[in-house]
């Protein structure tokens, strides 16, 4: 018997009738199918698989809802494989090896082909993301695994070599009302019993944040709670309350949402500056991790071009220290304000980088004998603190006596290219 019952489950059959909503309207033909455009519009990579033979394992990379799994469904379809669904949640390197083997007998005894879809695939270790490597060389089974990490850093090499990774993308809030207004009328879905209006749909949309199976549900949750035959505001507000971000303080979102923020402070975009950081804050960021960023980049960015950057940073960070949330959004807000405002300049950091490289590559040379300490009959007689001269008595000492050592005599580390006005020009 299969690991996975009967092998000749339809991808595409009908939800049932007391599924949600989102399961009930997975589209059946591509033609229902939102979104993706960059890779299923005329002449795109997945147009033309989608016309013709599967041939090469792939990777689904995106955020949730954006249809990796239903994408999964109709490959195998319309390559007319044997669709086998695999989630790396509730399986282990033993499944693996289980179905894999399947995968083989069924190719070599029936001469049909198996699509193995995996669902988190990220989720599997190396070990069980190797146990698939010879099958998928030997072409015993189509790899199409789904993940809403980065392949780069979640999906081990070999296995990622083997694989095209296509990344998929939220849907646009057109697309999403398009899904909800099919939703509306089609039988599977709600069947015309309940109108709502364009701007409604379009508050669901943007509430959805690009994720179909969030926008369907929240049209769901609407209408259940609507009182009369046209969709009242008081359901729809209920049903959009607390709004819950996607974000993943140790996953890629939380990256590219800190280098949006670190980037529109270094680009003086002051409202750029507050969406950005208001939007980590309500996704429950750590404000002490916000205001450590912030510290970094008044050196970073500002450095002396304003000097009082660095003590606006550190003040904001303690006062969020004391205060927390919600009290203490004010305090980061004010600093980060402050840090887009500022002039900027990168001349510390320039000199941080050259001479840690320098640090890096050259010899550590003896401290010059002039700079040093003569603290003893000893260390004088040997030479220590010779030819220094003390600059406060003696001002032309400072541009006659060398501070460097002898191997980089004359390197410059510090240089000021002039500050860099914030956009606004204040």
Not at 198 to 226: P, V
Not at 249 to 272: P, T
């Amino acid at each position: 018997m299969s690991l996975f019952g009967d092998e000749t489950f339809d991808p595409l059959e009908p939800a049932p009738a007391d599924a949600p909503l989102a399961d009930r309207m997975r589209p059946r033909e591509l033609a229902e199918f939102a979104g993706q455009t960059h890779l299923l519009g005329e002449g795109k990579l997945l147009h033309g698989v989608l016309e013709g033979d599967l041939t090469q394992s792939l990777i689904l990379w995106g955020p949730p809802g954006v249809g990796k799994t239903t994408l999964a469904r109709l490959l195998a379809t319309r390559a007319e494989l044997v669709f086998v669904p695999f989630s790396a949640v509730l399986s282990g390197i033993r499944e693996v090896r289980t179905v894999m083997g399947e995968a083989q007998t069924r190719r070599r005894t029936q001469g049909r082909r198996t699509l193995l879809f995996v669902d988190e695939i990220h989720r599997f270790n190396k070990a069980a993301q190797d146990a698939f490597l010879p099958y998928v060389e030997q072409g015993d089974v189509v790899l199409v695994g789904a993940t809403t990490e980065n392949p780069s850093f979640e999906v081990n090499a070999a296995l990622l070599s083997r694989c095209r990774v296509l990344e998929l993308e939220p849907l646009t809030p057109d697309e999403l009302v398009t899904l909800l207004e099919r939703a509306l009328t089609d039988e599977r879905g709600l069947g015309g019993r309940i109108q709502v209006e364009r701007k409604q749909l379009l508050a669901l949309a943007h509430a959805s944040d690009g994720d179909a199976r969030r926008a369907l549900t929240l049209l769901e949750t609407a209408a259940g709670l609507s009182t009369s035959a046209k969709l009242d505001a008081d359901a729809l507000e209920q049903a959009l309350a607390g709004k819950a971000l996607r974000y993943d303080r140790d996953g890629e979102e939380h990256y590219n949402l800190i280098s949006a923020l670190h980037k529109s402070i270094r680009n003086s975009d002051v409202d750029a500056t507050v969406y950005w950081l208001v939007r980590m804050m309500a996704a429950g960021e750590d404000g002490n991790y916000l205001a450590r960023r912030m510290i970094r980049m008044a050196s970073e960015d500002i450095g002396l071009a304003d000097p009082f950057a660095l003590r606006i940073a550190l003040d904001g960070g303690e006062a969020f220290a004391r205060l927390g949330y919600p009290e203490g959004k004010l305090a980061l807000l004010q600093s980060a304000v402050y840090l887009a405002r500022a002039k900027k300049s990168n001349a510390l950091y320039r000199a941080l980088s050259a001479a840690e490289e320098d640090v890096r590559r050259t010899s550590a040379q003896p401290v010059p004998k002039h700079l040093r300490n003569a603290s003893t009959a000893l260390m004088r007689a040997a030479g220590y603190g010779k030819g220094y001269r003390y600059v406060h008595d003696d001002p032309e000492g400072a541009a006659r006596m060398e501070c460097l050592p002898e191997n980089l005599r004359g390197r410059r580390y510090f240089e000021d290219r002039g500050s860099r006005k914030p956009r606004n020009g204040e």
